[in-house]
Structure formats: C-alpha cells, structure tokens
C-alpha cells in the first residue's frame, strides 16, 4: 500500500516562502518520479513541477518558474517543494502524486498514487 503524506502548508503573506513536504512509502521510493499538482477552489487540479527518480531531471508549470523548486532525498523517501515569492494566485490545497513512467509526465492521469493535500494560502 502506497501512501504519501503532504505537510508544511499554512498561511503566508504575499512574497513570502513555505516548504511543503511528501514523505512516501510503500513503495521503492528511489525507483519512481514525483510530481506536485495544485487545486484552488472551482478549479481543476493542475501540474506544478515534476522530478524523476534520481532527481536529474525536474520540469516546471510556466506560472511557478523560476520561483519554485522540486527536489528529492532518497535516503528520506521524501519530495520537497520549496514555493519563494508566493503571490495570492498560488493559493491551493498542494497535492504529491508518484507515477510509474519513466518520462516526465504532467497529466493528473498519469499518476497512480496521491497524498491527502496540504492547504496553501497567500494573502495580499
């Protein structure tokens, strides 16, 4: 049984910085890539950034580039998201998900296992 715990959300003001963490187990952890998706209210779930399995590779959504980091520690079977220069349009519960392909992936389809969301609010 796969499970993914998120935590670190909270409430910031706008330009600030959190971390959110995804620890995982079940599964090997090393052997799989990662992704962050985001959901605000009356909005569909959309991709944040993805890492595959070593943490070689990482891929960003346009609106979070350059502000957020995607990184890994194996040895801690866990993902981290590191959000700088928060803006009021990122507030939304923050989602880890872990997918069987080996390629980079961005689609909420493409992901086999999900965490129970951390919520994410920036006030302005």
């Known amino acids: 049984q796969v499970q993914l715990v998120e935590s670190g959300g909270g409430l910031v003001q706008a330009g600030g910085s959190l971390r959110l963490s995804c620890a995982a187990s079940?599964?090997?952890?090393?052997?799989?890539?990662m992704g962050w998706f985001r959901q605000a209210p009356g909005k569909e779930r959309e991709f944040v950034a993805h890492?595959?399995?070593?943490?070689?590779?990482?891929v960003y959504a346009n609106s979070v580039k350059g502000r957020f980091t995607i990184s890994r520690d194996n040895a801690k079977n866990t993902v981290y998201l590191q959000m700088n220069s928060l803006k009021p349009e990122d507030t939304a519960v923050y989602y880890c998900?872990?997918?069987?392909?080996?390629?980079?992936?961005?689609?909420?389809?493409?992901?086999?296992?999900w965490g129970q969301g951390t919520q994410v609010t920036v006030s302005s």
């Open positions: 998900a872990t997918t069987t392909f080996r390629r980079v992936v961005t689609q909420v389809n493409d992901y086999d296992y």
């Open positions: 079940g599964r090997t952890f090393s052997s799989y890539a």
């Open positions: 890492i595959s399995s070593s943490g070689g590779a990482t």
